[in-house]
């Protein structure tokens, strides 16, 4: 089946640095690459998503890189605030149209 | 997401015995899914489906059962649950129709406790 790696597992940043997030996939043919945040207790939601015509996608402080060459995409996260602390899920969808889930990057942001 | 919602939110019981998590949505999506989340792992799908006629086994499908009932209800069951069960399950929606077809948005979970 399809493989798919998060790294790194935790992420310790000072407030105010960015933050990367790697997801690399299997699936030669996924083509949407969203990431989710979920918080302590709380439900997983979407903060970004990319297709696989575009190369990089931006919302604000967060952005998304895609590499379809190399299987992979990328979290990125600038002038990182408290409430960025977090579990991060990479979910690329796979060729049966289903999102296949990475095992989540903690992100702690120190004051 | 208060637009889906899932009952119970909590529920502890015995091996052996059967369980029903009910997840309802006012979204208007015609595509709902079942996850299962354990400690420090991602969501691992269950079952989905499509349309009221159209359910699918996900990848860990095994013990589980469900039940479309209507376009905004989804059923999950645990015709003997067991103590490997014991774990959050959250539903999720999407919506086929429009541009964000992809986007699934999830209810506030069921935790399960299998004694």
């Known amino acids: 089946g399809e493989n798919v790696e998060q790294h790194p597992s935790t992420l310790s940043v000072q407030e105010g640095d960015s933050a990367v997030i790697k997801c690399t996939y299997s699936d030669s043919a996924s083509n949407y690459f969203p990431w989710y945040k979920q918080e302590l207790g709380k439900r997983p939601q979407i903060i970004i998503d990319i297709r696989s015509n575009v190369g990089e996608k931006k919302d604000q402080r967060i952005a998304v890189t895609l590499n379809k060459t190399a299987k992979h995409f990328s979290l990125h996260i600038t002038e990182t605030q408290p409430e960025d602390s977090a579990v991060y899920f990479c979910?690329?969808?796979?060729?049966?149209?289903?999102?296949?889930w990475g095992a989540g990057t903690k992100l702690i942001i120190k004051p | 997401d208060a637009d889906v919602t899932q009952t119970p939110r909590n529920r502890i019981t015995k091996t052996g015995k059967r369980i029903m998590l009910e997840c309802s949505q006012t979204?208007?999506?015609?595509?709902m899914y079942w996850y299962r989340q354990d400690p420090g792992l991602g969501l691992q799908l269950i079952y989905y489906s499509f349309d009221v006629k159209d359910i699918n086994k996900g990848e860990i499908s095994d013990g589980y059962s469900v039940s479309r009932q209507a376009q905004a209800k989804f059923s999950l069951s645990l015709e003997s649950a067991i103590p490997n069960q014991t774990a959050l399950y959250f539903c999720?929606?999407?919506?086929?129709?429009?541009?964000?077809?992809?986007?699934?948005?999830f209810g506030p979970g069921t935790r399960l406790t299998v004694l």
């Open positions: 999720a929606t999407s919506d086929s129709g429009t541009g964000l077809r992809d986007t699934q948005y």
């Open positions: 979910a690329p969808r796979g060729s049966n149209y289903q999102l296949i």
């Open positions: 979204k208007g999506h015609d595509r």
